[in-house]
């Protein structure tokens, strides 16, 4: 627990927090500042009138910045899910037009692309007289991991 001594509108206030000492000071600085301000503007009115006043207005910001942090992550929420929507369709076109020019034969097989893992029912043979072949015909190709 922090204990910090701030003076505010001539008075020295005791805060006790949680927050680091230095967080503590700025926000008694702000609060001194916008009631001095309103007490410069309104030279007759009471401390306590000046502090609520005060409160009110930085209520009133506060409420302000609330409204744009949610219209800012709104936007970024949709351009987001613009950018992924689009980027998932060019992912799926790009793996059709691979598997259509033969980078991966008919979706079969074990092969990574775009980050996502693809498998088939059956690892495919390597073409006869490729040299990859394994054994004699009819023989599945060995297993390299073993």
């Known amino acids: 627990m922090v204990k910090v001594t701030a003076r505010i509108m001539g008075e020295d206030y005791t805060i006790r927090g949680r927050a680091p000492r230095e967080h503590i000071e700025r926000v008694a600085k702000y609060v001194d ?18 502090a609520v ?11 302000k910045l609330k409204e744009q942090y949610e219209q800012l992550t709104q936007l970024l929420e949709e351009e987001w899910s613009q950018r992924h929507t689009a980027g998932a369709a060019r992912e799926t076109a790009a793996a059709v037009e691979r598997r259509n020019e033969g980078e991966v034969p008919g979706g079969e097989g074990v092969g990574v692309s775009s980050g996502r893992l693809f498998t088939g029912d059956a690892l495919t043979r390597p073409p006869a007289g490729s040299g990859a072949a394994a054994g004699a015909a009819g023989e599945p190709p060995e297993d390299e991991d073993r």
């Open 53 to 63: 006043l005060a409160a009110i207005n930085m209520a009133d910001e506060l409420f």
């Open 33 to 50: 500042e916008r009631m001095l301000e309103i007490a410069e503007a309104y030279p007759k009115l009471g401390t306590s009138r000046v």
